[in-house]
């Protein structure tokens, strides 16, 4: 994510084309009567993959958006 080329493909690739707007309307039709915040979860919990499902998306926020301003230096590295 450090080279600007890839921040664009890597950030469609893990929330599609519309910031997940779909899979977010998907997943509440498939949760009705879940809170907003359980959603996820009980989804996860449901198709057994509770280990990866909610740090996978939250990639972009973890690992693409950091490197958007490249002046800041490398987010991840120690002070």
Not at 3 to 11: F, S, V, Y
Not at 19 to 30: E, I, M, P
Request: avoid cysteine.
């Amino acid at each position: 994510m450090e080279l600007e080329r890839n921040r664009p493909l890597a950030l469609t690739a893990l929330y599609g084309d519309d910031d997940h707007a779909a899979f977010y309307r998907d997943l509440a039709d498939v949760t009705i009567g879940f809170e907003e915040d359980e959603q996820i979860e009980h989804v996860a919990d449901t198709m057994g993959v509770s280990g990866w499902l909610e740090p996978v998306l939250s990639w972009p926020d973890r690992f693409v958006l950091p490197f958007a301003d490249p002046t800041a230096g490398l987010p991840f590295a120690p002070p």
